[in-house]
Nanobody, 119 residues
Framework: QVQLVESGGGLVQVGDSLRLSCAVS????????MGWFRQAPGKEREFVAH????????YYTDSVKGRFTISRDNAKNTVYLQMNSLKPEDTAVYYC????????????WGQGTQVTVSS
């Protein structure tokens, strides 16, 4: 089992920055892929970014490219999402997720953390 606990959400102003953290515990392997998703009110959950735990390669959805950065700290077993130049449309509950490989479904999810960007 893998446990994921997000933190770092909050209320910020347009243009501000915020860093989300996802603490990972339990049985994990180097080939895990860690992802961030978000769900805005009345909308479906959408993919934001992912990082391959072993090689550190990353991928982002177009709407956050150049503003968000996903990273991981192997020593702390933590994944981060640095969010800069925040916009009102970034308002959502952000979820951390994990899967056992690139071609698998995400099967581990955190409880989510609320990010609200006020204009």
């Amino acid at each position: 089992q893998v446990q994921l606990v997000e933190s770092g959400g909050g209320l910020v102003q347009v243009g501000d920055s915020l860093r989300l953290s996802c603490a990972v515990s339990g049985r994990t392997f180097g080939n895990y892929v860690m992802g961030w998703f978000r769900q805005a009110p009345g909308k479906e959950r959408e993919f934001v970014a992912h990082i391959k735990w072993d090689v550190g390669s990353t991928y982002y959805t177009d709407s956050v490219k150049g503003r968000f950065t996903i990273s991981r700290d192997n020593a702390k077993n933590t994944v981060y999402l640095q969010m800069n130049s925040l916009k009102p449309e970034d308002t959502a509950v952000y979820y951390c997720a994990a899967k056992t490989g690139v071609y698998f479904q995400y099967n581990y999810w955190g409880q989510g953390t609320q990010v609200t960007v006020s204009s």
